[in-house]
């Protein structure tokens, strides 16, 4: 008996102890709760912005330079000889020290010195061979010397492709012209098409390119790449990513105000990649005072150049620039005549 009291006291006092460790451990619990709601909810969402957009800033070279697409194309390269065009092969080493891989498709030696050149800066898939049919075209019609460039980490050039990648190669191209004394350096014609359009536009704004080309022509290429990503992906939280989580910008809406040379933007309306109002802003911004915009009916982002008129407005648009190159007349479209004594009167209207 004499020890029933303490003890009903000992687990009096332990069951008080209990509870109010266990009111504490209550506390302790629902602060838990509150961190891991507040902050660890936060740190997760964090975390999974971090490796999200990580993963997008990684993969976005795989999603804009499609450089195996068709397959093979690392490997095998058409050559123009196919399509009986006379071409040489050449190699040409970037500022960084890349060695890429050029056509340089030329007019027969008698006309080759009077014939303006064209470098060609291709889209995103593919290499240079895959353009071949185009420069067909463009021989035929334009009588124009071509040289055609395959970016690094394509067809047979070294290296893996970036935006300032690209831009190198464009420089390289254009200074390797100039190191050849069997063209007409006062003739020489930047094109680009689609992301081509882009390095077109970027090299034709350099300030030590600036007065050394006769013009820019543009087809079917966009005012930037986080513009296009809006486009394609639709997500409208894309407009508050800030431009540096885009590993590649292209940003030619800004770009194109500083061009000065003869500028002529192509815009197939059919285009279902590049929304043409991309070319009517990029048009409508340019501060080139002989600018024009071509909107082609019907043409579409890859076969735009298979349309009819294609070749003849090219050529107006040339010879309205070597008309001002010599008399500076101002540019008046309607008013212009390919003349018969121009290399171009004999353009088909295909
Ligand atoms: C080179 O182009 C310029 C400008 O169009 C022209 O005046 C000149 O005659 C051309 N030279 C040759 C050899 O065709
Ligand atoms: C254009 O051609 C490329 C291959 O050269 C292809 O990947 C792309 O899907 C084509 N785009 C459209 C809009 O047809």
Same mark, same amino acid.
């Not at 009096?12 to 891991?36: E, H, K, P, Q």
């Not at 014939?115 to 021989?139: D, E, M, S």
């Not at 008399?327 to 004999?346: A, L, P, Q, R």
């Given at each position: ?5 303490? !003890?009903?006291? $000992? /687990?009096? =006092? #332990? ?9 504490? @451990?209550? *506390? ?20 999974? !912005?971090?490796? $999200? /957009?990580? =993963? #997008? ?9 499609? @450089?195996? *697409? ?281």
């Amino acid at each position: 008996m004499g020890g029933y009291v303490p !003890f009903t006291k $000992v /687990t009096t =006092i #332990l069951f008080r102890m209990i509870l109010r460790i266990w009111a504490y @451990s209550g *506390l302790v619990l629902v602060f838990c709760f509150l961190v891991y709601y507040l902050y660890g909810t936060l740190f997760a969402v964090l975390l999974l !912005f971090f490796a $999200v /957009t990580g =993963i #997008l800033y990684q993969v976005q070279d795989n999603l804009l330079y499609n @450089s195996e *697409l068709p397959p093979h194309s690392r490997v095998y390269v058409p050559i123009p000889s196919t399509f009986n065009l006379p071409y040489e092969s050449v190699m040409t080493k970037t500022s960084d020290g890349i060695q890429i891989h050029m056509y340089f498709i030329y007019q027969p030696k008698d006309k080759q010195k009077n014939a303006p050149t064209i470098i060609f800066f291709h889209g995103n898939a593919g290499n240079i061979g895959h353009r071949l049919q185009n420069c067909v075209g463009l021989y035929h019609n334009l009588h124009c010397n071509i040289l055609l460039v395959e970016y690094r980490g394509y067809g047979l050039s070294e290296g893996v492709p970036s935006e300032d990648g690209l831009y190198l190669d464009a420089k390289a191209s254009i200074d390797y012209l100039f190191t050849r004394s069997d063209i007409n350096h006062s003739e020489i014609i930047i094109f680009g098409r689609s992301l081509g359009g882009a390095v077109a536009i970027d090299l034709a704004t350099r300030e030590e390119y600036m007065g050394k080309v006769m013009c820019l022509i543009v087809e079917n290429t966009f005012t930037s790449i986080p513009d296009m990503a809006k486009v394609l992906l639709g997500w409208r939280i894309l407009q508050y990513f800030p431009l540096f989580f885009y590993k590649n910008k292209f940003i030619s809406y800004q770009k194109v105000k500083y061009l000065r040379l003869p500028s002529l933007f192509i815009s197939g309306m059919d285009d279902s990649l590049v929304p043409p109002r991309m070319m009517q802003e990029l048009h409508n911004r340019c501060d080139s005072i002989r600018k024009q915009l071509l909107q082609i009916p019907a043409g579409t982002h890859n076969e735009t150049w298979q349309l009819q008129g294609y070749y003849r407005s090219m050529a107006v648009f040339l010879q309205s620039c070597r008309l001002d190159n010599s008399v500076h007349v101002s540019f008046d479209i309607k008013n212009e005549k390919t003349t018969s004594n121009s290399i171009w009167s004999d353009v088909q209207t295909i």
